[in-house]
């Protein structure tokens, strides 16, 4: 699978937008059928980030997402505010 992280500066959001989004998409795929790991060298900022996303993609309205990553993943996780106007974009990809 394509690597989003390669595309995700720390404590930015990705540079390549529709890289990550075809990564990010291809990981909520293949999460149907088989595990997929979603990691970053932190753990909150990038990964929070790629969560909420697919977690968008999964029907979690965009305005929810960041929220709900940090209910149920962990509680600073997308960390920038470039992380989280990169969620909120996404959306309407």
Do not use: K, N
């Given at each position: 699978?394509?690597?989003?992280?390669?595309?995700l500066?720390?404590?930015?959001?990705?540079?390549d937008?529709r890289?990550?989004?075809?990564?990010?998409?291809?990981?909520?795929?293949r999460?149907?059928?088989e595990r997929?790991e979603?990691a970053?060298?932190?753990?909150?900022?990038?990964t929070?980030?790629?969560?909420?996303c697919i977690?968008?993609?999964?029907g979690?309205?965009a305005?929810?997402?960041?929220a709900?990553v940090?209910?149920?993943?962990?509680?600073r996780?997308?960390?920038?505010?470039?992380?989280?106007?990169y969620?909120?974009?996404f959306?309407?990809?």
């Open positions: 699978m394509a690597c989003a992280e390669g595309a500066a720390d404590s930015r959001a990705p540079a937008r890289d990550a989004a075809a990564a990010l998409r291809e990981a909520w795929h999460a149907a059928s997929v979603v970053c060298v932190g753990g909150r900022g990038r929070g980030t790629a969560l909420a977690a968008i993609l999964d979690v309205p305005g929810s997402a960041v709900f940090r209910e149920h993943y962990h509680p996780a997308v960390e920038t505010l470039w992380q989280r106007r969620v909120h974009r959306a309407g990809s």
